[in-house]
């Protein structure tokens, strides 16, 4: 839909609603009309499981057998990821081709650090090239096949470049002090290794929005009033200190809806894509910034920040033990000479892979806990259950939209659809009094 054309009738639908409300008022002058109205609220209960199941029937059998198979497939993707990751891994030891990298980094200087940076830049370059295959099959034909990417080749070869050299310069970053620790400190390394590693998450998510992002995505300040007032009003109303809404051009990648609030003080901003203008309504917008007002009220960062910790500390003690017991038995066929000896990268990329393909419930379940926190946050903001719903819909193009309870659990990093909207309908029942009316006209699935 063209935005204009979307916007107008964001518009037009929120008068709709304003003048319902004061016509709700207005009879509400004559206390015999109101009482009659909730007593036929009373009459005819506003039935949840109804609501859940009429939403979840608007999207068409062939739309949610696509999004299953995407999302089913994409399970099956963890598994190929991490088996693939640990035979390219396995290789560059198993062939020596790890210490041939060091013996490089080592005949050009003798300066320690440099030469664990000159190492990553090969390992980054090999291991990009060795898992080339697996990266355009993901990111690139199966994003096509299931009509999820909008670029060609061309843009998007330019981003996976970009990416790459952000990951050469953020990791080079990370682990020239990484290695230190190991020297330095020999048995206890991962203590602090693992301290370092959350100092340089905070400080990658504290630049991402201001200096990485820009790098995919043009960001240009929301020109069009009748969006950004009403955004900008529910960003003061929960202490929100924004003064600017920011839109960015997420149509160059996908169709895919989605917003943030991002960055501190000085850096702080509201951004939402330009496929949230282009396909929602004013108030699927509103529940959605709401939502990531939530996030930036509820503190998810730091909660984040901490939860995550204590993954990645136990992260690095099991590394700490892995790669000694890998080493104790392969370090000779493998040339590398211990822990402090950069050429055993490879192994440590084994052993966290390992650990991570193992707690992947556990990393779902921290970040899926938050995003249901923020949705119940932004059914409060911005009391749009019905626009809630309706958003919930269009992220079932790419989420399954109504998983059992274990699969959730272990795959899922967002609530399902179906959850979402049985919360939106249950605040809905017990909130009627002041929700939004009913909006289950509006066509979801236009014809493609
Ligand atoms: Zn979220």
């Given at each position: 839909?063209?935005?204009a054309?979307?916007?107008?009738?964001?518009?037009?639908?929120?008068?709709?609603?304003?003048t319902a409300?004061?016509k709700?008022?207005?009879?509400?002058?004559?206390?015999?009309?109101?009482?009659?109205?909730s007593?036929?609220?009373?009459?005819?209960?506003?039935d949840?499981n109804?609501?859940?199941?009429?939403?979840?029937?608007?999207?068409?059998?062939?739309?949610?057998?696509?999004?299953?198979?995407?999302?089913?497939?994409?399970?099956?993707?963890?598994?190929?990821?991490?088996?693939?990751?640990?035979?390219?891994?396995?290789?560059?030891?198993?062939?020596?081709?790890?210490?041939?990298?060091?013996?490089v980094?080592?005949?050009?200087?003798?300066?320690?650090?440099?030469?664990?940076?000159?190492?990553?830049?090969?390992?980054?370059v090999?291991?990009?090239?060795?898992?080339?295959?697996?990266?355009?099959?993901?990111?690139?034909?199966?994003?096509h096949?299931?009509?999820?990417?909008?670029?060609?080749?061309?843009?998007?070869?330019?981003d996976?470049?970009?990416?790459?050299?952000?990951?050469?310069?953020?990791?080079?970053?990370?682990?020239?002090?990484?290695?230190?620790?190991?020297r330095?400190?020999?048995?206890?390394?991962?203590?602090?290794?693992?301290?370092?590693?959350?100092?340089f998450l905070?400080f990658?998510?504290?630049?991402?929005?201001?200096?990485?992002s820009?790098?995919?995505n043009?960001y240009?300040?929301l020109?069009?009033?009748?969006?950004?007032?009403?955004?900008?009003?529910?960003?003061?109303?929960n202490?929100?200190?924004?003064?600017?809404?920011?839109?960015?051009?997420a149509?160059?990648?996908?169709?895919?809806?989605?917003?943030?609030?991002s960055?501190?003080?000085?850096?702080?901003?509201i951004?939402?894509?330009?496929?949230?203008?282009?396909?929602?309504?004013?108030?699927?917008?509103?529940?959605?910034?709401?939502?990531?007002?939530?996030?930036y009220?509820?503190?998810?960062?730091?909660?984040?920040l901490?939860?995550?910790?204590?993954?990645?500390?136990?992260?690095f003690?099991?590394?700490?033990?892995?790669i000694?017991?890998?080493?104790?038995?392969?370090?000779?066929?493998?040339?590398?000479?211990?822990?402090?000896?950069?050429?055993?990268?490879?192994?440590?990329?084994?052993?966290?892979?390992?650990y991570?393909?193992?707690?992947?419930?556990v990393?779902?379940?921290?970040?899926?806990t938050?995003?249901?926190e923020?949705?119940?946050?932004?059914?409060?903001?911005?009391?749009?259950?019905?626009?809630?719903?309706n958003?919930?819909l269009?992220?079932?193009?790419?989420?399954k939209?109504?998983?059992?309870?274990?699969?959730?659990?272990?795959?899922?990093?967002?609530?399902?659809?179906r959850?979402?909207?049985?919360?939106?309908?249950?605040?809905?029942?017990?909130?009627?009094?002041?929700?939004?009316?009913?909006?289950?006209?509006?066509?979801?699935?236009?014809?493609k």
């Amino acid at each position: 839909m063209d935005r204009a054309v979307c916007c107008v009738g964001g518009f037009f639908l929120l008068c709709t609603v304003a003048t319902a409300i004061v016509k709700g008022q207005g009879g509400g002058v004559n206390p015999v009309s109101k009482a009659a109205v909730s007593d036929a609220r009373a009459a005819q209960p506003f039935d949840v499981n109804a609501a859940v199941e009429a939403y979840l029937a608007k999207m068409p059998a062939s739309e949610r057998a696509r999004s299953n198979a995407y999302f089913e497939g994409g399970y099956w993707l963890l598994l190929w990821d991490f088996l693939s990751t640990v035979l390219v891994m396995w290789v560059l030891l198993r062939l020596r081709c790890s210490t041939r990298m060091r013996d490089v980094a080592e005949r050009i200087t003798r300066f320690r650090p440099l030469q664990t940076g000159i190492y990553w830049v090969q390992f980054i370059v090999v291991t990009s090239l060795l898992t080339f295959p697996m990266t355009i099959y993901e990111g690139y034909f199966r994003e096509h096949k299931y009509g999820l990417l909008n670029q060609t080749f061309g843009p998007w070869m330019r981003d996976q470049l970009v990416g790459l050299a952000v990951v050469t310069v953020l990791g080079g970053i990370l682990i020239v002090p990484l290695f230190r620790l190991v020297r330095r400190l020999e048995k206890n390394w991962w203590v602090w290794g693992a301290i370092v590693s959350l100092l340089f998450l905070a400080f990658v998510s504290l630049i991402a929005p201001v200096y990485i992002s820009p790098l995919f995505n043009k960001y240009t300040k929301l020109q069009d009033a009748r969006v950004r007032d009403p955004i900008l009003s529910m960003a003061r109303a929960n202490g929100i200190p924004a003064t600017d809404v920011y839109e960015f051009d997420a149509s160059r990648q996908s169709n895919r809806v989605s917003a943030n609030v991002s960055g501190f003080a000085g850096t702080m901003r509201i951004s939402l894509n330009d496929n949230l203008l282009n396909r929602c309504t004013l108030p699927e917008i509103e529940t959605t910034m709401g939502h990531e007002m939530g996030h930036y009220v509820l503190n998810h960062a730091y909660k984040g920040l901490v939860m995550n910790g204590v993954v990645i500390v136990i992260g690095f003690a099991f590394a700490s033990w892995g790669i000694g017991w890998a080493l104790g038995r392969w370090r000779e066929s493998w040339g590398v000479r211990g822990m402090s000896d950069v050429a055993v990268l490879p192994l440590a990329v084994i052993v966290f892979s390992v650990y991570f393909f193992l707690t992947t419930p556990v990393g779902n379940t921290i970040t899926r806990t938050m995003e249901y926190e923020a949705d119940m946050y932004g059914l409060n903001a911005a009391r749009q259950p019905d626009g809630e719903a309706n958003v919930d819909l269009l992220l079932g193009e790419y989420r399954k939209m109504d998983p059992g309870a274990v699969e959730e659990f272990i795959f899922y990093d967002h609530p399902s659809g179906r959850t979402r909207i049985t919360a939106a309908m249950r605040w809905k029942a017990e909130n009627l009094e002041t929700a939004s009316p009913e909006e289950m006209a509006r066509p979801i699935f236009e014809a493609k």
